[in-house]
Structures are given as structure tokens and as C-alpha cells.
């Protein structure tokens, strides 16, 4: 079971690291890559087919501005594609839409502007569909973050 992560831009790169560090958490292998839709198109295809060869199974895919990275990603494979819009002009509301209004037949699963995390744990949603020990790992997630909670705030607040 392995993902890959990419983005557009080195200043990206802490954005993108809640993505690995959801993937870590669950021992999901993952590769991370600088690419640019715009400025390396043949590069991305070209390591777009070789992950493909090599078993990933799903890409979680960082952009800003423009944001046409994920999008690209998803006219180039069939594998899953998770876009993360990156916040950089307008609050990343640019970002987002570009992301979201894919045409019809090219769906970008989306999530919310610099949540990273959220797309790893996408992703490990979508693994543990195959995969029952990844299934196991996050039902105990699920439940220690219930307990968590519920310890820390379960008792009422003071305001």
C-alpha cells in the first residue's frame, strides 16, 4: 500500500507534511515530489507513470493559484486523486475552486484549504477498503479520538 504526494512548489512543503505525517501515523509507505504542472508537464507524466508501475494506489495532490496540479494529475491516471488547495492568494478560495470544478469524468476528491491531514486520512479511508489492517488501525483511531475527546471535554467548561 503506497501513496504519493505532490506539489508545484518547495514553499508547499509544510503545507503537504501533514499529509505524510497522517500516513506515518497509520504505516502507509508514501513518496513525496516537487512537480509543476506547469513548469515540468513531460516530468510529472513521466513519474506518474512510474508510480503507477510501481503500486501506488492513491495521489494526494497540493496546488495554489491556479491549482491545475491535481486536476492534471487526474486527466493523466485512473488512480484516486485527493487535491489539497493551498492557501496563497485570496485565502486560497482560488485554489479551492480551481480544484473543485473539475470538468465531468475527471473528479478530484477536495479537501479543505492547507488540510493536508485530511487528505492522508482520506487516503488511508480509501487503503483500508483493501487492506483489514489499515481498517483495524483506524476503527482504534476512531475510537481513541472519540475517548480523547470526550475525556478533555466531557465534564463541561468554564467560560
Do not use: W
Amino acid at each position: 500500500m503506497k501513496v504519493a504526494i505532490f506539489f508545484g512548489s518547495k514553499s508547499d512543503t509544510e503545507v503537504m507534511r501533514g499529509a505524510a505525517n497522517c500516513l506515518k501515523e497509520f504505516g502507509v509507505e508514501y513518496k513525496a515530489f516537487i512537480l509543476s504542472a506547469h513548469r515540468v508537464p513531460e516530468k510529472l507524466e513521466e513519474t506518474l507513470k512510474e508510480i503507477e508501475k510501481e503500486g501506488y494506489e492513491v495521489i494526494i495532490a497540493g496546488a495554489g493559484l491556479a491549482a491545475h496540479l491535481p486536476g492534471v494529475i487526474a486527466s493523466q491516471t485512473i488512480l484516486p486523486v485527493i487535491g489539497v488547495p493551498v492557501k496563497a492568494a485570496i485565502e486560497g478560495l482560488d485554489a479551492l475552486l480551481s480544484i473543485v470544478q473539475m470538468p465531468k469524468s475527471i473528479p478530484v476528491a477536495t479537501v479543505g484549504i492547507n488540510n493536508s491531514y485530511n487528505a492522508g486520512m482520506l487516503a488511508v479511508q480509501m487503503l483500508s477498503l483493501k487492506y483489514p489492517e489499515i481498517k483495524e488501525k483506524l476503527v482504534d483511531f476512531r475510537i481513541n479520538m472519540k475517548k480523547k475527546f470526550i475525556e478533555e471535554n466531557g465534564q463541561g467548561v468554564e467560560l
